[in-house]
């Protein structure tokens, strides 16, 4: 009989046990892994949801990298615009400038011709009045030829 109770008491204590575990000591331990699981399972969606931000973050890079470049190459053309005008109104602008001086060359040029044969005239006609003086060999009145040289001018 001493072997049935001590059976029996150790099986009575093993139960004490069981219940005194499942009443005190279980619950604790079950509550901190509950809170260890929500803990590791929050963790793994804040990681997905970093995951899902990374990417999103990643194509808005892009999409703004593509937009600059976008702008840049507008700006780009842009200033090539303005360059090409401005070297049109720089050609315009000299173009106007090389009239301009041609004109007044051609201006210059007319005038130093209306001198020259202003000058030739005046050479002619003394040159005239000198071989007619040679010709003749005698004094001529300047005062009464001098009508006669200054027709004699215009002509040429």
Known sequence: MNINA???????????????CMKFVWPPIM??????????????AAGERGK???????????SELQQARQKAGD????AEKRASQLID???SAAKIEADRVMSAAQ??????V?????????QVAALAVAGAEKIL????DSKAHAALLADIQNEL
């Open 114 to 122: 209306v001198r020259a044969r202003e000058a030739l005239r005046s």
């Open 75 to 78: 700006i780009v053309a842009q």
């Open 6 to 20: 001590t059976l029996i008491g150790q099986s009575i204590t093993f139960f004490l046990f069981v219940w005194f």
């Open 31 to 44: 509550q901190a892994l509950s809170e260890r699981k929500q803990q590791i399972a929050d963790g793994l």
């Open 137 to 140: 060999r005698r004094e001529i």
């Open 89 to 91: 109104e720089a050609k």
């Open 52 to 62: 899902h931000e990374l990417e999103l973050a990643g194509k808005r890079a892009t």
């Open 107 to 112: 201006a210059s040029v007319e005038q130093e």
